[in-house]
């Protein structure tokens, strides 16, 4: 199994990234698929999560700001983020779990300046 991040970078206060987890070696349209973070000197955090069914939850300092959506058709999870603020500085990782085993990303680094 293998999950790959991609899309983070450098943004002002205020605007937008699109981040995307494709994934291979698994059955995507079975499996949940979340976003987690970790900033500097804090635990990870779960973001947002979206069933195989394409419900959704968010952690409640983005909800209204960021969206998780699936592509199954491209084995691909996509977390967009606007009106990003300085706090959302973090590295952002794609999580699934497939046959009772815990997969992780490796990360990419999303900074907000102000």
């Known amino acids: 199994v293998h999950l790959v991040e991609s899309g983070g970078g450098l943004v002002q206060a205020g605007g937008s990234l699109r981040l995307s987890c494709v994934a291979s070696?698994?059955?995507?349209?079975?499996?949940?698929m979340g976003w987690y973070r970790q900033a500097p000197g804090k635990q990870r955090e779960l973001v947002a999560v979206?069933?195989?069914?394409?419900?959704?939850n968010y952690a409640d300092s983005v909800k209204g700001r960021f969206t998780i959506s699936r592509d199954n058709a491209k084995n691909t999870v996509y977390l967009q983020m606007n009106s990003l603020k300085p706090e959302d500085t973090a590295v952002y990782y794609c999580?699934?779990?497939?046959?009772?085993?815990?997969?992780w990303g490796q990360g990419t680094q999303v900074t907000v300046s102000s």
């Open positions: 999580r699934t779990s497939w046959i009772s085993t815990e997969y």
């Open positions: 070696g698994i059955t995507f349209r079975l499996v949940a």
């Open positions: 979206i069933t195989n069914s394409g419900a959704t």
